[in-house]
């Protein structure tokens, strides 16, 4: 049986209210595997968040979190912050140098991922690397009661910002009901392991193999992800859109797009959506 490691990472900012239900969701995930070290991006927060997480830290036994402090002046855009955040984690896993570590979860902090988790859901596809059967995902995401994450959603044709259409509410509305008509399909063809292969896609949670991450970084900037989205693509979501795509005036996309897009153009990563619902 395989010994499995991962880092278990979030960004906060203003998380009080939520950060005890999201550690207990925590603490399910940490009983999964055989190593971790959970890793906290902080921006400073108006509430107790600092106070909470300096609490669970006693909790945990030596060494198993670390909070990365940002004392930088935060920018206006919030994705740039969350983006920041998400590449000081990146940084920091690099940086220790545990290749024994071949995992890692990126999950939201806030109400997102306060629910009660299925612990089953996530049991079945780790289980299954500790027996080391063959799974084609290396960035695995799971469905919701209603899909909400589609700014992060890139599923063909629907690969640009959902909000940078006109009528971008239309859109998003258009997009939700493709997907999940899609992760309808997969669950009736394979209702425990199907999975929906796409080109990006977080809906608050998700499980990377880091290999297939090397290189890869978190990016706001919607320039960067013109850059290497194919312009064929761009044109297929404009006809399916049935409208142009525009951009917004702060220039800003979701910045999970240009990570899973850049990884699987560097190392050929697979960004997979499972039809289950983790919360």
Known sequence: M?????????CVRDCEKYLRNVFKNIKTMISMFDD????????????????????????LP??????????????????QNISNARN???????????????????????DVCTGPMNKDVLETFVEKERREEYADWDALTFNRKIYYD??????????????NFSRSSVLVDITRKYVQ???????????????LQCESAFNGF???????FEGSTYEWNIHKNIEI?????????????????????????CEHRYFHMRATQLNGAKICISPLCLF
């Open 2 to 10: 395989k010994p499995l490691n991962t880092f278990i990472c979030g």
């Open 36 to 59: 971790y070290q959970i890793v906290i991006a902080y921006d400073m927060s108006s509430d107790n968040t600092m106070e909470i997480i300096k609490h669970w830290i006693t909790l």
């Open 62 to 79: 030596k060494d198993k979190m670390v909070i990365l402090i940002n004392h930088g002046k935060l920018s206006p855009i919030r994705t």
């Open 88 to 110: 000081a984690m990146l940084n920091h896993m690099r940086d220790e140098n545990t290749p024994n570590f071949e995992y890692c979860i990126m999950m939201d902090m806030d």
């Open 150 to 163: 589609i700014w992060a959603l890139s599923l063909r044709p629907y690969v640009f910002s959902c909000w």
């Open 181 to 195: 008509n899609a992760l309808k399909d997969v669950a009736e063809k394979m209702p425990t392991t199907g999975i």
């Open 206 to 212: 998700g499980l990377y193999r880091r290999a297939k």
């Open 229 to 253: 989205i194919p312009q064929t693509w761009i044109q297929e979501n404009q006809d399916a859109a049935g409208r142009t795509a525009e951009l917004r005036g702060t220039s800003d996309d």
